[in-house]
């Protein structure tokens, strides 16, 4: 979104109860799983007869939770596009404009407009006398003794974005007189989807057609993945020095490309309807590809790069000026993309300033890689740093998606701003590539667990929309998931799958039955509800401290054993599992003695 983010709410566990307390967790900016997109782009891949609303009804009841719903194009009768013809400075106003614009009725219209991009030549939105725009009714005024027959509008007053600082500004060769939703494609909807964190593979619109189709009982459109023809022989060498880390990585060059050639407007409009604003095109045509498909892409000036391309760990003390133009130090826990063994992009966060494409860039190399969820997590937090790619994987990215992504972005590249491609150019550690799951799928487990039966050909039916390689068996099915499912691994998880698709509102609620077994309690062992009322009786207070706490704490109480570090900390200062209560407890009484809170007596059970 343009809009700045909301603040968010951050739950605080409190380590003393009804004391004074100031243990808080540190409030980094956490990304939320979200995912905008086009309704038309969604309709795209995925032909489905449901409504908007019974889309957005399918959306959440599958898991996808659509969290809004933003109609685009509605009420936008009489609008249409039209050139403006001349503009002189109207006498009484200096941030006024007297318009002359062809609305393609074979008269002028007289239109006085106060937006800055106003110019002879611009062609924009025009609302004809008895539009209406919003709560607005567009009839004949005068502004300052001057008549105008209509408005040039913003994209912000016609509700299709957040930008009101100038008209929008329409392509050059936009059709005059033509209606404007006819034009835009309109009526369309950006939705917003909430996802939890084990559906990476629905940041795509791709993804999020297969669970549509399963759904609504259709099918995904199949794809056109030509692979492009290669014309020129400019090649360069692709070196994996991080293992399991970044198993694949492909790379193209394309020579004599248009940089300043514009966004097309059905691009341009996809991605400002998914909540992306468009920037040139090169930078576009990744984001596109990224949206379309889930998979990251940068592309490199092929001018600013000297030789052979590497991905290794960054070395410590080494530094990389990045696209938005911080400096970041760097140590050996970042993977990072070479040119000639120098640093050139943050590998799977954020590419290098200096070798940024530019409108100067005639030849471009592009990238899409592969890089383990492992050795992304928490780098991009190190920095501050949250970008759309590092979102993607660090949940986890189809490893089979870098050969689609690239021939799809340079058959983009190719069409809208000319050049030639050289052949792809692919380095790929096989052994280190996530294998799909082969699982069995038994039909007396799927009853068991949900506690109804399914019909095969239902089983059948929703797996293979799924996307899954589904095999009948006597008991069951081998099935294999596909690929970009890395949160489907075991047999429940399959089953969850079907319940999910099948609908959760057609497995009926029943009372669990059978006898309960009466267990005679030990006398040798006391439970925790009577340990907790007898040291409350006694005068003191329970509390309830982090279960993951700052290294140096433990080293400070010489616990030197083998310890638990986290993977993915929020923070250095929570960063390691606690191996015993008593560091947490004695932190508590300091911080509630240093505040001169009288009798502090705690305790805590764990």
């Known amino acids: 979104s343009s809009s700045p983010d909301p603040p968010r709410r951050t739950g605080r566990f409190c380590p003393t109860a009804e004391m004074t307390c100031t243990a808080q967790a540190p409030a980094p900016a956490l990304q939320e799983d979200i995912m905008k997109f086009s309704e038309n782009w969604l309709r795209s891949h995925v032909p489905t007869s449901a409504s908007r609303d019974e889309l957005s009804a399918v959306l959440t009841a599958i898991g996808l939770e659509v969290e809004e719903v933003t109609p685009l194009g509605g009420g936008l009768d009489k609008v249409v596009v039209a050139r403006i013809v001349d503009a002189v400075r109207h006498p009484e106003a200096d941030r006024l404009q007297i318009c002359q614009v062809d609305a393609g009725q074979g008269t002028l219209l007289q239109i006085v407009c ?141 020579e004599g490309v248009d940089a300043r050639a514009k966004t097309p407007l059905w691009m341009a409009e996809r991605l400002r309807r998914s909540g992306v604003r468009p920037v040139s095109l090169l930078v576009d045509i990744t984001q596109y590809v990224m949206l379309e498909l889930g998979q990251p892409m940068h592309a490199y000036d092929l001018a600013m790069l000297q030789g052979r391309i590497g991905v290794r ?192 509102d057609r497995i009926p609620t029943t009372l669990p039955g059978g006898a309960s077994r009466v267990a005679m309690p030990t006398e040798t062992r006391l439970d925790e509800l009577s340990v907790r009322r007898q040291l409350v009786a006694r005068g003191l207070q329970e509390t309830l401290n982090f279960a993951f706490v700052d290294a140096q704490l433990l080293a400070h109480w010489q616990f030197t054993g083998q310890l638990v570090p986290l993977a993915n900390p929020l923070s250095a200062e929570l960063a390691v599992m606690r191996p015993a209560l008593l560091p947490g407890l004695v932190a508590t009484l300091g911080r509630n003695a240093a505040r001169q809170a009288g009798r502090v007596r705690v305790f805590e059970l764990g």
Not at 332 to 340: C, H, N, P, Y
Not at 441 to 469: K, N, T
Request: one cysteine or more; hydrophobic letters at 45%; aromatic letters at 4%.
């Open 114 to 254: 106060g937006a800055p991009n106003a110019r002879p030549g611009l062609v924009a939105p025009l609302a004809l006398v008895g539009a209406r725009i919003g709560a607005l009714d567009i009839g004949p005024a005068k502004l300052r003794g001057v008549d105008s027959n209509g408005m040039l509008c913003s994209a912000r007053e016609l509700g299709l974005d957040s930008d009101a600082s100038g008209l929008f500004e329409l392509p050059d060769d936009a059709p005059v007189g033509q209606e404007l939703v006819e034009y835009l494609g309109l009526p369309d909807a950006s939705i917003e989807i909430k996802l939890t964190p084990n559906r990476a593979d629905c940041f795509s619109l791709r993804g999020i057609a297969f669970d549509v189709a399963a759904a609504t009982r259709c099918e995904v459109l199949p794809r056109v993945d030509e692979a492009v023809t290669a014309v020129g022989r400019r090649e360069l060498t692709i070196d994996l020095q991080a293992g399991a880390e970044a198993p694949r990585y492909l790379g193209r060059v394309i």
């Open 313 to 504: 760990r960054a070395r410590a003390g080494e530094r990389l000026m990045l696209l938005d133009g911080r400096d970041a130090a760097l140590d050996d826990s970042f993977l990072v993309v070479t040119d000639a063994d120098r640093p050139v992009g943050l590998a799977g966060l954020m590419g290098g300033f200096d070798t940024r494409v530019t409108d100067a860039t005639t030849a471009v190399f592009l990238e899409a890689a592969h890089f383990a969820p492992a050795a992304i997590m928490g780098r991009g937090r190190k920095l501050g740093l949250h970008t759309d790619a590092g979102h993607r994987f660090e949940r986890g990215v189809d490893p089979a998606l870098p050969r689609t992504a690239i021939e799809l972005a340079s058959r983009l590249v190719l069409e809208l701003a000319g050049g030639t491609p050289s052949p792809v150019t692919e380095a790929v550690r096989e052994g280190d590539l996530p294998q799909p799951s082969l699982i069995m799928l038994r039909r007396a487990r799927i009853q068991r667990v949900l506690g109804i039966a399914i019909a095969d050909a239902e089983v059948e039916r929703i797996l293979r929309a799924l996307g899954m390689h589904v095999d009948p068996v006597g008991e069951g099915w081998q099935v294999t998931s596909p690929s970009r499912r890395f949160d489907i691994a075991i047999e429940e998880d399959l089953i969850e799958e079907l319940a999910r698709i099948h609908g959760y």
